[in-house]
Every structure is written in C-alpha cells, then in structure tokens.
C-alpha cells in the first residue's frame, strides 16, 4: 500500500491545530495530530520541508520501518519539533493499518483491557472559594477525579486559572502574556485550598493538582508532606524535569503521588524517573512523544516499575490525538487516568470523532482506524493566528517557569 499524498493542514477555530493526512494508492487515508502549542509553524516546516519528501512512495503499512527511518535516519535525535512530526505521521499510519484492517485501533493494539477510560476534569478560580464551586460544578458534570487549580492571593494572575470555566485556553495572545509568581506565596495558600476541598468533598473524591514546573525539588518534597494529610490521586510536575535524579528528593520525603511529563518528547527523558520508581505517573502523550510505536515503549517500560498512563490532554492536544489516545488507554495494561479538557464546538466540528464522554469517563469508538477524521472545507475558514503560551516572572522580575 503505497502512500501517493501527505499534506498538512493548519487551522485555528479558537486554537491552532496542525493536522497530517496521507493517502495511499488503495483510497484509504490516515490522520495525524501535529500541534506544538506556540511553535506550531516549525512543525508544519518539519513536514513539509523536510520529512514529506522523503514519506511519498514508501509503503504506509512499514509503521515500524518508516518510524525508524525518521528517527535513526534524521541524525538530530529526539526533540520536541522532531518527535511532534514523528508522531504525526506514525498516528496516520496506525489510522491507515487499522481501517486497512477493518478494525478499531485498541484491537490492532492487543485488544480491550477496559470499558471505559477514566478521565479527570480542571476546576479552576481565582480564590478558594471559586475554586470549590468549580469543583462542585464539575462533579454536577460527572466528573470523578478533578483536578483543582486557584489563584494565589497577592499575584495577579498564574497558571491554571482562566477566564472561561470549560475551555482553560493558555496561549491566549499575540505575543506571551506576562504572569507573576511567587513560590513562597504559592506554598502558603495551596494546602489551605486542599483543606476545604477536602471539608467540602469529603475523603472520596480524588482530588489532583498541576505545580506546573515551579518548584524546587526541596520546596516540591514540603508541599508534597504538607498535601499528605488531603490523599492526592497525584501531584503534577511539581520541578522542572530535565534533572531526573532531582526527584529522589521529593521522593525521599513524600508519599504525594507524582506524575510528570507532558513536555517529554522520548523514553530517555524519563527513563530514570520510571527505572528508579521516582514517579508514579507518566504523562507523555502521543503527540509529543513520538505517536504511538514510542509510546508503547515507554508504557512497556512504565509497567516494568509499577509506573502507571496519566496521558497529557489540554487542549491544544487536538480531537486526532485524544481519539488516538483513547484507543491506547483502552488497550494499554498500565493505564493510570486521562486527562480531558473539552474541545469547544468550532473544534469538534472540523474534528468529526466517534469518542463520547459519559458519566466520568469516555469511551473510544468502534469504527475502523482511531476514530477521527477532519473536515478539510471547515478547517480552511479558520486560518493559522498567531499565539504563544505565557511567560512567567518572579516579584523582582527574573524570568522564571511558566
Ligand atoms: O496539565 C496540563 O494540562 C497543562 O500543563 C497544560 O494546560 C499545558 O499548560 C498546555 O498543554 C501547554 O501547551
Ligand atoms: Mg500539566
């Protein structure tokens, strides 16, 4: 099955997605998600100028082949535009070999390991008492797990808190939106916010929380100690990660559980987090990691050391990845959670997809391939717009982690 076409597709009903699709001299078509929020055009040039050229005449049903052609071949291993491009075109091809099979994506896989995917939701305000209420509001919406995000008294504005309550959108400007931050006013005011969820809640609502990389390992390892008492199904990138042994830190004084790595692009970012069971979680999802022929590997390798799937789905991970994605939680034996910010409904009707969200959880398709297709004439109505995600500075004004 020859693949005789490969185009990319860019469109921004609210929010820039990039989209693969390749067709194959048998009719069938697959499509990929390739969307680097706030670099999105290095990606569409990654395909275009670089890797198209070299993917038309190749056989579409060599997924292995031509992943390891992309990655050995290209000399310059790994990297976010590198493994984003990667992952467009392996998520294609598993599209294309599951509808040349007949059958949904998890059955290539190895089959249905679940009936449903337990997915977690985002409540966020600008003080507790907001926060509550969004929690609250959530649970009305059938949410199970929730992860919960307020606004820290003393700073204008941080991560996680927007303006809308169902659609958190981050790159929301032109150029980046500047945040202030303080670790020691973050450190005061969060675990009074877990002490009234859990006054609210009571003890059975899973309840999870996003650091969003502004910590130091020993300031991460006291607010871990300090979340003990409200039980955290997890705590979120609480370091920035490129120190993998900087978590045995944390590790040594906290039973928070932990997950990291959304912005990982391949098994080397974590494989010492997962080897040395300094986390619980991995988040690294099949946009940004490579597709799914990477992804398995780490989960395989996750599953080695009771490491378990917590895939990363904000939404900038468009309806292509998280219908792919939902496939892979479906199928994958270690699967933790996943997590599900809502499309809103210019997204989903250029997005058609056969994934449906019921009573906490959601539940992938049974139409061949992974379930998502794009609706080209839609797409063009919504052109590329420029948006970055924000910067971050700290009170004195050092640039710091957003
Ligand atoms: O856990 C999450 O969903 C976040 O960390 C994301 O909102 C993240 O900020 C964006 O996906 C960045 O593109
Ligand atoms: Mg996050």
Redo the contacts with the bound molecule.
Sequence with gaps: MKIIAARVIICSPGRNFVTLKIETDQGLYGIGDATLNGRELAVVSMLNDHMLPCLLGRDASQIEDIWQYFYRGVYWRRGPVNMTALAAVDMALWDIKAKAAGMPLYQLLGGRSRDKVLVYGHANGNDIDQTVEAVAKYRELGYQPIRAQSGVPGLASTYGVSKDTLFYEPADADLPTENLWSSSKYLNHTPKLFAELRRQFGDELHLLH?V?HRLTPIEAARLGKALEPYKLFWL??AVPAELQQGFRLIRQHTTTPLAVG?VFSSIHDCQQLISEQLIDYI?TTLVHGGGITHLRRIAALAELYHVKTGF?G?TDLSPVTMGAALHFDTWVPNFGIQEYMRHTDATDAIFPHDYHFNQGFLHCGESPGHGVDIDEKLAAKYPYQRAYLPVNRLEDGTLFNW
């Design positions: 996003d969003h979120e990138d959304e988040r990363h904000a």
